[in-house]
């Protein structure tokens, strides 16, 4: 086994099509159970150069990509993996192509390769830490699936980055994709994460009425995504801006205080309709522009107390707003 410390640098192998020898090795585990009969496959696949270990001792292959790997570090890692190969002596059924067993997985080859760049890096954490999304989610996924804990979790651990259940973490997350989403909601769905469920669909309705129908929800989902937009747009103006639709009891002049709040919710509904997302949980206005228009102290205080307090309570109510989600 060669020096697999850090990101190993891979002979950089030609990548023409090469052809499958038949090496039966399905049905030892209900995992695997999918595991293709070899004479219903291409019978051509292409290496995958990142993941082709000259003295790798299993090629697993997915979607006509192969992956020459190590099957003891496989077994190590996942139980599933240590089932599936006990059965079989590592000198059975040798492919002569490869020179070692040649096993066809039901996952997409995107999927696979990043599970297996996780397992064969010795940092893995701090690679998954710093994934982007696709990678998390697919490492979340299998490694769930081939009963890999630790990758599991610490794949999770990224996967929430992109919907914290905080507050104070929601406007500092990344940004994702629209079709993203739907991924998000077939992991969270997949592990039982139904707690995540509800901030998916947040992070998607913040993105605004487009990204809502571009994201191809099923019906079902959309159904619930739009109506907990309509539902989080009401919630702006009950909950954090409600200072702008009201008297306050401290306010020093009340008549032009009115006007000033009736301007200022003029732009705020422009600015709901125009912009098509959600500023529920964005900063509203600062102390320093309300003076600028003009409100008293009285008034400047009841908003900047309502803007925090009403935006504390509106992300209480979001499971609410998305309720019929399983
Ligand atoms: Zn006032």
């Known amino acids: 086994m060669p020096d697999i410390t850090g990101h190993i640098s891979f002979p950089r192998l030609c990548q023409r099509p090469i052809p499958v020898f038949p090496m039966p090795f399905g049905g030892v585990n209900d995992s695997m159970s999918e595991v293709r009969d070899t004479e219903m496959v291409s019978p051509h696949l292409a290496r995958c150069e990142e993941l082709w270990y000259l003295d790798g001792s299993i090629v697993l292959a997915a979607e006509g990509v192969a992956f020459k790997v190590y099957r003891m570090l496989l077994a190590q890692h996942s139980s599933v993996f240590a089932d599936m190969l006990a059965i079989s002596h590592p000198d059975a059924n040798v492919d002569p192509l490869y020179d070692c067993p040649l096993v066809h997985m039901p996952d997409s080859a995107e ?33 769930a699936k081939y009963d890999i804990p630790r990758l599991r979790d610490r794949a999770l651990q990224r996967f929430d980055s992109w919907f914290p259940g905080s ?3 929601w406007n500092v ?4 994709a629209p079709t993203d989403y739907v991924k998000a909601l077939r992991i969270a769905r997949q592990l039982q994460r139904s707690c995540t469920l509800p901030l998916i669909m947040l992070a998607l309705c913040d993105r605004g009425l487009d990204a809502i129908l571009s994201a191809g929800l099923e019906p079902n989902d959309l159904r619930i995504a739009l109506h907990g937009f309509v539902t989080l747009q009401g919630l702006q103006r009950t909950h954090p801006f409600r200072w702008i639709y009201r008297v306050s009891a401290a306010c020093a002049s009340v008549r032009e205080c009115g006007e000033q709040k009736a301007r200022l919710s003029r732009t705020i509904e422009e600015a709901f309709i125009k912009i098509d997302k959600l500023c ?4 509203g206005f600062s102390r320093a522009a309300l003076e600028h228009v003009g409100l008293c102290l009285g008034c400047i205080d009841d908003a900047m107390i309502t803007d925090k307090t009403g935006r504390q309570r509106a992300w209480e109510e979001v499971p609410a707003a998305f309720n019929g989600l399983t």
């Open 280 to 283: 529920l949980f964005e900063h």
């Open 167 to 169: 507050l104070h973490k």
């Open 173 to 176: 997350r990344p940004t994702l």
């Open 111 to 143: 999927d696979l390769r990043c599970l297996l760049l996780a397992i064969h890096d010795i940092n893995s954490g701090e690679r998954l830490d710093n994934a982007p999304f696709a990678e998390a989610a697919a490492v979340a996924s299998l490694a």
